[in-house]
T-cell receptor, first 114, second 112 residues
């Protein structure tokens, strides 16, 4: 398996609190992605990064922000969590651009917002 | 933007039979089409992919076919086994945007 870890793996929080999920890779891959997975919706892209300090929005970016200050770490922040953000969050990395090469996914982070 | 649809949403097959999942896409600029498998409680993993300059690709019991004119591609699993039970996601590249659009997934159940 590619060297990619997510933390925390499970989190329960209350509406209105900030939450940060961390994705850490040891592969030195350029591209990193945050997806959320919900029943009936498949995998939806939140934000992605194509280099240090280079990020762009995905299809469901509202309510989320990201930062990438170094190659190995990609942080996803929910500034004020809502119940609609209860989901399983997957980080993915790719050596090539995600529209041409394999995505390696982390194990996922299950977030519950009460 | 790119829209990827998968059919059927759930597929049950007898062990040893074949399974076929079809995906359609909307963006004629799409040129990369991967399939990911996700077992229960696990992460998605790439099982096979195809590029627009190829019509078919095989890897042991799985194959993918692409029809660019009709904008659809299909995953074929032959001689299904219980370990093939999983959710399968198709995806299509979004031209020039470093990312993929995923379908909603197909639940495949192999009945022993």
């Amino acid at each position: 398996d590619a060297g990619i870890t997510q933390s925390p793996r499970h989190k329960v929080t209350e509406t209105g609190t900030p939450v940060t999920l961390r994705c850490h890779q040891t592969e030195n891959h350029r591209y990193m992605y945050w997806y959320r997975q919900d029943p009936g919706h498949g995998l939806r892209l939140i934000h992605y990064s194509y280099g240090v300090k280079d990020t762009d929005k995905g299809e469901v970016s509202d309510g989320y922000s990201v930062s990438r200050s170094k190659t190995e770490d990609f942080l996803l922040t929910l500034e004020s969590a809502t119940s609609s953000q209860t989901s399983v969050y997957f980080c993915a990395i790719s050596e090539l651009a995600g529209d041409t090469g394999e995505l390696f996914f982390g194990e996922g982070s299950r977030l519950t917002v009460l | 933007g790119e829209n990827v649809e998968q059919h059927p949403s759930t597929l049950s097959v007898q062990e040893g039979d074949s399974a076929v999942i079809k995906c359609t896409y909307s963006d004629s600029a799409s040129n990369y089409f991967p399939w990911y498998k996700q077992e229960l409680g696990k992460r998605p993993q790439l099982i096979i992919d195809i590029r627009s300059n190829v019509g078919e690709k095989k890897d042991q019991r799985i194959a993918v076919t692409l029809n660019k004119t009709a904008k659809h591609f299909s995953l074929h699993i032959t001689e299904t086994q219980p370990e093939d039970s999983a959710v399968y996601f198709c995806a299509a590249s979004i031209g020039g945007n470093n990312r993929l659009a995923f379908g909603k997934g197909n639940q495949v159940v192999v009945i022993p």
